[in-house]
């Protein structure tokens, strides 16, 4: 099993729609969880921290079930220009690590 | 430019060679790392250290590949007598200690092994 799993997509959604992407992690003993975001052929950009009482930043929410060990993203009002891919980050697994897994990505496309 | 830097931008070799990647990290960063991504996957961790430690190192890991930060700066990468399997996008990322311990990404080094 993969230490960080989620829907690889793509996802095509119209624009002005919401969208949610989900990712599982399965070290229960994980201490920080992220979400990024990377462009085609670019480096990946630190989208948002997720916290456990979930935060929102603009038409970004990102929540986190620790019981379920499960993150979410979810997109509000979706832009042309949200295309890309969203990377579900999780650190550390052993104590003291800080070491950052990656999952696959999902793929987004929004749709004129 | 206060980023991450990573050269070269892109390298060809050919199979057997060995090659050689550099990254300046952010300079008040003490963590560096390393991950290599293939078109359609995340990035794979590969190592980390914590100023000149290596701290930690993927098992996936082949005793082909050596990284090293000799004082706590720049890092280098080598991958001796590359594989075509090789062929990869190299990513280097810093992050400070403390709180605040997001990882920012260099541009990358494009690996292709003929």
């Known amino acids: 099993r993969k230490e960080v799993e989620q829907d690889p997509g793509p996802f095509n959604v119209p624009e002005g729609a919401t969208v949610a992407f989900n990712c599982t992690y399965s070290?229960?003993?994980?201490?920080?969880f992220f979400w990024y975001r990377q462009d085609c052929r670019k480096e990946p950009k630190l989208l948002m921290s997720?916290?456990?009482s979930g935060n929102e930043d603009g038409r970004f929410t990102a929540q986190l079930n620790r019981a379920s060990q499960y993150i979410s993203l979810l997109i509000r009002d979706s832009k042309l220009s949200d295309s890309a891919t969203y990377l579900c980050?999780?650190?550390?697994?052993?104590?003291?690590?800080?070491?950052?897994?990656f999952g696959t990505g999902t793929r987004l496309k929004v749709l004129a | 430019d206060t980023g991450v830097s990573q050269n070269p931008r892109h390298k060809i070799t050919k199979r057997g060679q060995n090659v050689t990647f550099r990254c300046d990290p952010i300079?008040?960063?003490?963590?560096l790392y390393w991950y290599r991504q293939t078109l359609g996957q995340g990035p794979e961790f590969l190592t980390y250290?914590?100023?000149?430690?290596?701290?930690?190192k993927s098992r996936l890991l082949s005793d082909r590949f050596s990284a090293e930060r000799p004082k706590g700066s720049f890092s280098t990468l080598e991958i001796q007598r590359t594989e075509q399997g090789d062929s990869a996008m190299y990513l280097c990322?810093?992050?400070?200690?403390?709180?605040?311990?997001?990882?920012?990404f260099g541009s990358g080094t494009q690996l292709s092994v003929l």
């Open positions: 250290f914590q100023n000149e430690a290596q701290l930690e």
């Open positions: 980050v999780v650190r550390g697994g052993t104590s003291g690590t800080y070491k950052y897994i």
């Open positions: 990322a810093s992050s400070p200690t403390g709180r605040d311990e997001k990882l920012f």
């Open positions: 997720v916290y456990s």
């Open positions: 300079s008040e960063h003490n963590r």
């Open positions: 070290n229960s003993a994980s201490q920080s």
